[in-house]
């Protein structure tokens, strides 16, 4: 027995005694015992009504009364299993899209970074707004020395070409970085396991840290199965050798935005080239801890007069002009671009929208089962039971219901995000894990919470507050069930129409932009091509060339392949996302950037670029050949001497591709082709230009950078990809073991992969919409279908007068009628005014589009009238004498 309910014995038996003692007391002045005792209950009053006091006072009540409510709200929940399923259902699809949006906004936008007071880390760069890039190692000297308001300052740059890291059994794929010491304790993470790098002084020897490495969590469980022993033990990464000093903690990742499988942190060692005052200098990414007090904007004022005395260090000209600025921004607003910012806000509306449309229809569903039970809680308001005392017991069945549904909901959220796992990784910035945190479970509960109040306070508090005498006459469970309360429910039924309507609309605009993408002009063939993309371990080729000794070879070996047309090599197709390099340099006394790539020969014949002027790479383009380049149109607008004749910056020479090139050596340009969709479809096309893969030898100055990092190969052939992909990966493998897990794909996948922002996007409100109409059209039909049973008498009775079924059919479609009216004049105010938030994600269309909100507007009309017709029919064939006699 608990506490509780010994308390409660106890005071039971201290009012028996009581009594006891007051009856003796009786009798013994001359009472009969039956007299004396009634006497003595007289006197004491109500028992009951004391024993509750006592317990009031005691504080436990409300426990009681709660756990009375919840087993009523069960028994409820067995008695109308239909019902229930259908509050539940509902209030699951709402809760979970909610909870699986709020799953990518929460860990893309709210915290993307697991550092210590993420808030005041920032990102320095140097350039402008349009142009920045990192920073080489004579400005983040001046930096460190001038500054005044970071408390520190840590530099990091990529390790060169691929890394492979040699685990207990197998290679595994790193994301490699050169960090200096005091990275670690910049962000303000220490090591999981062992420790960081030593502090040093920056220079260009070796230091205390030399051949030191940190592993990742990841790292240290899939290559060496989470041993503790790890510290102190020599690892190799490529051909490498690195002695183990500290293991990072679970999820810690730096870049905050790495999607690799594992990461890896070696001391970063300053070299020769860092000396140089010019603008061939190593860049590093900067990242530094604002001092406290001290804001973004403040540092930034600072920074940018550093800079310009920092600029004046610089004896070319041109870079002291592209040097002259310093940019600096929240490292957290670095990850996430303002246009996928925009867009998870828009699509967090969106399905904040349909939580709301399923609130709405809960509470719809509610309020007609707290009108049907108006004799029950006029019954229960005649036996004493106070106004708060309803509307709590109605409350813990709704909040009942609710919780079931965020059971359902969260289960639903995490399928949601597992199915959409590869769109989220190829077109989010940050892997996003589907895996609940603190913080989803936080929102799950208050969206639980939340429901249950909007779904249940309102028709609770209604049917309190209805008098009691009305209900409890003969027939009272029709009762109450006025105009007022059918307005209440239209108006919750026309919000419905209103927010659907918008989802429809956004959903219209996305599919019209997917629809528009695909007919845009590529500039370029996709049709019968395959891509691998091949990831090359350029250590096993340390001292060979790469050119001759791998990619030759095997574009030889793929083009003798039965059914190939031809092949060729590019380090990046179009539309690609694998390899990107925006190079600068200087042009005609102006510095600039543009999309650098290589390719053989055959890449024209693959992809079937056409030539506004010149040529493409052909076989006379040989390492002992002049080196030569291929520009787009883009570039040559910006940079030709007649901006409409392309061919007029034919001959002209680029940069130099040796060291030891003199003076006005460097590739000249041999053609330029037409523009072409880069890496956005809809996009117009950026300058690029292309280097000769033959002419890529190792004393090149891009060979290392373009060959050794990343290649792909295309293959054109008229044969299904079932009978070419096998083919093409035992070529793979008989040029390298390590090439047999490429991933090969078709181009015209390589297209659909380049829409997944919009198709993202689409195919979440496709799933909103379809299931905001759902809802909307269910909403409409309940309300219909209660009414008509709500109204059986009168409708008889107009069928008895002589009412025709028509014109009853007619009545019931005219009060769907103006619900739907009223739900579109307003859905289309909220679909003008909210198209805005999707309008960086539309392409040719505009976000005022009227087809689209024509369309839209005529499908929830046609879906809402077709749901009205069923109850409208059922109406008409009530019989007049049965309706009558139910009454």
Known sequence: MNWSKKRGERLKDEIQAHIDFETQENIEAGMLPEEARHAAMKKFGNVLLARERSREIWGWLWVDRLLQDLRHALRQVWRSPGFAATVIGTLSLGIGAAAAMFTVVDRLLLEPVRYRAAGRLVSIRVGDAQNAYGAAWFDIEQWQKENQSFEQMALSGLMSGRNYLHGKSDLLEVGGRRVSANLFSTLGVEPELGRGFLPEAPGFAPGKNAGTIVLSDAVWRMAFDADRSILGRQVMIDDATYTVVGVMPPGFRYPAGNVSSGQVWTPLQLGDDDKLRSFSAPFYEVIARLRRGVSAQQAAAAMAVIQKRVAAGYTDPDTRRGRTGAVVRRYEDTLVGADVRRALLALLAAAGVLWLIASVNVTNLLLARSTARQREIAMRAALGASRWRVVQQMIVEGLVLSLVAAVLGAGLAVSSVRLLAHELTQRLPLPVSAKPDVWILAVLLALTFVSAIMASAWPAWIAARNPIEPALRQGGAQTGTGRKHHRMRGVLVAAEIALSLTLLVGCGLLLRTINSLHHVPLGYRTDHILVAHLRIPSYRFAGRNLTTDLYQPLLERVQHLHGVETAGLISEVPLGDTFTIQFGLRMNAQAFSASLKAASPGAQRVFGFPMAAGRYFNDSDTPTSEPVVVINEAFARAFSPDKHDPAAILGQKLMATTRNAKEGEGARII???????????????????????????????????MDGIAMDLAVRSEQSTATMIPEL??????ANPALANSTITTMDEVVEDSLGSQRLAAHLLEIFGGTALLLCVAGLYG???YVVTQRTRELGLRIALGAKRRDIVSLVMRQAGIMLLVGLVLGIALALASARLIQSFLYGVTAHDGWTLACAATLLLASGLSAAYLPARAAASVDPMTALRTE
């Not at 969709?677 to 891009?702: A, F, G, K, V, W």
């Not at 990966?729 to 008989?734: G, N, P, S």
Request: charged content about 20%.
């Open 783 to 785: 309300l219909l279908a």
């Open 729 to 734: 990966r035992a070529i793979l493998k008989q």
């Open 671 to 705: 053609g330029v082709m037409d523009d072409g969709r880069q890496s956005q479809i809809s996009q117009p096309s950026q300058p690029e230009l292309e280097l000769c893969i033959p002419q890529l030898t190792p004393d090149n100055l891009y060979y290392k950078t």
